[in-house]
């Protein structure tokens, strides 16, 4: 059956290799194609951790995970990768080219499709400015693009490998406010068809979301729409007032 992208995490619990205690117990919870998920929590809540699990660079010490029904751990691990866009907190770029790093995760890309993704991204002007463009050299660890410019190249990449979902951690708080509009408003096509679990700091960003999940010390303490968990949710008023 073609993927789908529902995303199910089933009495979760994570303990680090080697640590004594779980930093994630009893999450629980369902993102489905078409909307966005947002993952709120103080640092060190287990926002980042719970991200890792859902392509398996960690297993779940407890509990389960579903991609579409099926436990991740019976997809092949190449098969899971590929359906699966994850944007990691500190955008890490190879050396090499603009195009030699978008196409990691989809060698087959063609120009066009890089270009829509970089659109997308809101990272098009920059490269088209550079005069090499998609064949621009990028230095060790990306060193010679800005931190933002950075982020948002590891956005584009994730975008070309066209995954029915996607995982943004804290991808959008490093960019202006402008920005940060501009690239929310440009996702909406893809968030429309893919799943879509953000985890985010500004209160704009997460406004919108379907679905809300507030961790705190490892445990969900609120699920719900902004409305409703600033009715009934002293840890997500603290949160968005702070
Ligand atoms: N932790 C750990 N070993 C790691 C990574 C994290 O022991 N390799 C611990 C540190 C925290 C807890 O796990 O106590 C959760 O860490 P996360 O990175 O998942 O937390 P967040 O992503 O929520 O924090 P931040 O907002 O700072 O990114
Ligand atoms: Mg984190």
Redesign the pocket.
């Known amino acids: 059956p073609p993927a789908r992208g529902v995303v199910q995490l089933q009495d979760v619990e994570f303990t ?1 290799p080697g ?1 004594d205690d779980p ?2 117990s009893d999450i629980n919870l369902t993102a489905r194609p078409g909307g966005m998920t947002a993952i709120v ?12 699990l859902i392509p398996r660079l960690f297993d779940v010490t407890g509990g389960r995970v579903l991609l579409d029904g099926l436990d991740i751990r019976e997809y092949d691990p190449a098969q899971l990768w590929e359906r699966i866009g994850l944007i990691p ?1 500190k955008a890490f770029l190879f050396t090499g080219t603009v195009a030699s790093n978008l196409r990691y995760g989809n060698p087959d890309a063609t120009d066009e499709e890089l270009w829509r993704a970089l659109e997308i991204a809101q990272a098009k002007d920059f490269v088209a400015e550079m005069p090499e463009g998609l064949n621009a050299p990028v230095a060790q660890g990306g060193s010679n693009v800005s931190g933002g410019q950075r982020q948002r190249l590891a956005i584009a990449r994730a975008l070309v490998k066209q995954a029915p979902v996607y995982l943004f ?2 991808s959008f708080s490093a960019l202006d406010v402008a920005t940060d509009a501009r690239l929310r408003r440009a996702l909406r096509p893809i968030s429309a068809h893919a799943t879509v679990i953000v ?1 985010a ?1 500004r209160v704009s960003t997460i406004v919108d979301a379907d679905q809300i999940i507030v ?1 705190e010390n ?1 445990r969900v303490v609120g699920t719900g729409t902004h409305d409703e968990l600033l009715a009934g949710c002293a840890t997500y008023v603290e949160i968005v007032q702070s």
């Open positions: 680090y640590a930093v994630l929590g103080s640092t060190g809540a287990g926002k980042t951790t719970l991200l890792s907190q951690d804290d985890v700091q961790l490892g």
